[in-house]
């Protein structure tokens, strides 16, 4: 279990990495499934599986799988959710939705370690093997937006909206 501690207007995104055959499912109360993906680019040994809080805002949130792995990583972090659609009020005013920012993006495509143009999730799970010190930033340059020989939190998330959203999007 992580607990996470969340702050004003956030959302907590988790992300685990394990083998596929651990088959990871979320037990946190105030979490829930976003995606799973087993065996990227003829890799059998990786499997990602992601999770977010279902409160925004929520103090701090219990991060918890029911999983058996030998090997694992884990990262729970606060995120901005999406900015909500406008509504049409009685009186028919429309509110302008105030926007959300965004970390400006790298140049290059974030997280595409191997220079395909897109992010895979086994260069995702790379990413997160230097982040825990398991793996030197040289197998990952692509992850390393802002050039300071590491990879941090905010690179994985970058990585992750293009692996989501498509490298330019």
Do not use: R
């Amino acid at each position: 279990m992580l607990n996470a501690a969340n702050a004003t207007g956030k959302m907590i995104l988790d992300v685990l990495g394990t083998n596929p055959d651990a088959k990871p499912t979320p037990t946190g109360t105030g979490q829930v499934a976003l995606f799973t993906a087993s065996e990227v680019s003829g890799n059998p040994a990786s499997s990602v599986t992601a999770s977010q809080s279902t409160g925004i805002g929520v103090g701090t949130v219990a991060m918890s799988w029911n999983f058996a792995a030998a090997h694992w990583g884990q990262i729970a972090l606060p995120i901005n959710p999406a900015a909500p659609a406008a509504t049409v009020t009685p009186g028919g005013h429309t509110p302008t939705p105030t926007a959300t920012p965004t970390p400006t993006a790298a140049p290059a495509c974030t997280g595409d370690c191997g220079g395909t143009g897109e992010v895979t999730i086994d260069e995702l799970l790379i990413m997160t093997n230097i982040a825990l010190g398991g793996a030197a930033t040289s197998s990952c340059l692509a992850g390393d937006a802002n050039h300071d020989g590491a990879i941090d939190i905010s690179e994985i998330i970058a990585a992750v909206n293009n692996a989501l959203g498509g490298c330019g999007a």
